[in-house]
């Protein structure tokens, strides 16, 4: 599994942010889903080919935990960030994307519309 850690070029992030990089089918779909928690440094990144509002959009099902969702386009700039809620089954960007980062729900005040982001792979 390869290890990327999420920077943000808009605002320094309070403390570092290693993501699982997930692009297969069965990854982005198993997500973070039966894990009982989430340390606040971890989450994971869905990647998709391309820019879509229905293949970023991300399902509940089977979370035990509230997360912060930041979806952002082929450039790696916000275009969404929400608190997704357990008990919701599915959230939708309201723009497309290309990248969803699934977080520790703290995390969400570290990601505003138009931010740019960063991905360096750890080795």
């Known amino acids: 599994m390869r290890i990327i850690e999420i920077k943000n070029q808009s605002?320094?992030?309070?403390a570092p942010l290693r993501v699982d990089y997930c692009?297969?089918?069965v990854a982005k779909l198993?997500?973070?889903?039966?894990r009982r928690a989430l340390a606040a440094e971890r989450g994971i990144l869905l990647v998709n080919a391309r820019e879509s509002r229905v293949n970023s959009a991300i399902h509940m099902l089977g979370m035990f935990f509230d997360l912060s969702i930041?979806?952002?386009d082929a450039e790696k700039r916000v275009v969404d960030a929400r608190r997704a809620r357990r008990w919701r089954s599915i959230f939708v960007p309201r723009k497309p994307a290309q990248f969803v980062i699934e977080c520790a729900v703290d995390r969400l005040d570290e990601f505003h519309i138009g931010d740019q982001i960063v991905f360096e792979e750890i080795p």
């Open 11 to 14: 605002r320094p992030l309070a």
């Open 23 to 25: 692009d297969s089918f």
């Open 30 to 34: 198993r997500g973070l889903a039966w």
């Open 70 to 72: 930041v979806w952002l």
